[in-house]
């Protein structure tokens, strides 16, 4: 179930300044070991162009931007495919690995599915970072798997 911690709205400017309608679902791993709601609290508090739509961990999925407004987080500039037309998924605890990120994973799956229900997407709709950079981004979901992390969510459908 997802949880909603939205920005507040005088960090539009910063965070997602663009109207969106989304087209799908980019994936990233953390790269560090934090908890959803410090990933959440962090990024809430700095002014930095960097932003998410959720984070996930084992124990909750928040959301902290909008889905109708865009994020900055696929390395593909203002007008890029992917900040201006993807919901952006941080998966927590990619640092270590182990089973809270593994458990983080799980909980990933479930939320990609229901948003791919929701807006009647499928799978196709489903990205990683490196598909709009060349960051190799969700890192440790692609070591171990993407095609096991896209059977995952398919599973959830």
């Known amino acids: 179930m ?8 005088s960090k539009y400017g910063v965070k997602c300044p663009y109207s969106m309608t989304p087209k799908g679902i980019c994936i990233h791993n953390t790269a560090n070991d934090a908890s959803a709601a410090n ?5 809430s508090r700095n002014n930095n162009e960097v932003s998410y739509h959720i984070a996930i961990d084992d124990v909750e999925a928040i959301q902290a931007i909008p889905f109708n407004r865009n994020a900055w987080h696929a390395g593909d500039g203002a007008n890029g495919e992917g900040n201006r037309n993807y ?9 270590s690995g182990g089973d809270r990120f593994k458990k983080a994973e799980q909980r990933a799956a479930k939320e990609v ?7 009647n997407w499928t799978i196709n709709n489903v990205k990683k970072h490196q598909d709009f950079s060349k960051k190799y981004c969700p890192h440790r979901t692609l070591d171990l798997g993407w095609q096991r992390f896209l059977n995952m969510i398919q599973a959830e459908l």
Do not use: F, G, R, T
């Not at 599915?113 to 807006?119: N, S």
């Open 2 to 9: 997802l949880k909603q911690q939205l920005i507040s709205e």
């Open 39 to 43: 990933e959440v609290a962090y990024m």
């Open 87 to 95: 919901i952006a998924v941080e998966i927590c605890y990619s640092l």
């Open 113 to 119: 599915a229901a948003l791919l229900k929701q807006y």
